[in-house]
């Protein structure tokens, strides 16, 4: 099954997406230039190459662009083609679906979710975060540490995107609004 993928502006940079005949296959958050933004999509998705995005993608980054302008996105019918990704991951993952724009949930809560317990459950879904192929459409930024703590962020500029892309849902931790363009 051949992957593809397109690469397109937004106010926070260039941000890129792939796809599959299955759904969506990658979403990428600008790097240092386009060309690394592109370049990083391609190695995540192993894209055959770039591609107009067909019908059923444009919809996709037209949505990613006006999340990142601020506005209220529900990514939760978007398909996604989760083909190689554990059992464990797809579960949760499509478990993350459900948490709503503006809401968070815990790792904890997600490991209980899915029946796991201790410890480690919730460092294994962290470290599954860590993993996540289509962030803001499975939407890993909405998932917070214990005692409501930020956690950890894999995407470019770590913990501060993070922040800010749930200060772009209203959920705040410095107690100021999202700044735009370029968070």
Same mark, same amino acid.
């Given at each position: ?8 502006? &937004? ?25 690394? &933004? ?19 993608? !444009? ?5 990613? &662009? ?36 503006? &809401?968070? !949930? ?78």
């Amino acid at each position: 099954m051949s992957v593809h993928h397109h690469v397109f502006d &937004t106010l926070i940079g260039p941000c890129g997406v792939a796809w599959s005949e299955r759904g969506l296959v990658a979403v990428q958050f600008p790097e240092k230039d386009l060309a690394v &933004t592109e370049r990083r999509l391609i190695a995540k998705s192993r894209s055959a190459g770039a591609a107009a995005p067909p019908s059923e993608v !444009t919809p996709v980054i037209a949505g990613i &662009t006006r999340y990142l302008a601020g506005e209220r996105v529900d990514f939760s019918a978007i398909p996604v083609d989760l083909g190689g990704i554990d059992d464990f991951r797809r579960s949760l993952y499509e478990a993350l679906r459900a948490v709503a724009f503006g &809401t968070t !949930t815990t790792y904890g809560a997600l490991a209980k979710q899915l029946g796991l317990e201790g410890p480690e459950a919730a460092r294994d879904v962290g470290a599954a975060m860590g993993q996540n192929p289509v962030p803001i459409v499975i939407p890993c930024h909405r998932v917070l540490a214990a005692g409501g703590k930020l956690g950890g962020f894999s995407a470019p500029g770590g913990v501060a995107t993070k922040q800010k892309l749930l200060a772009l849902e209203g959920v705040h931790f410095d107690g100021g609004a999202p700044r735009l363009p370029g968070f």
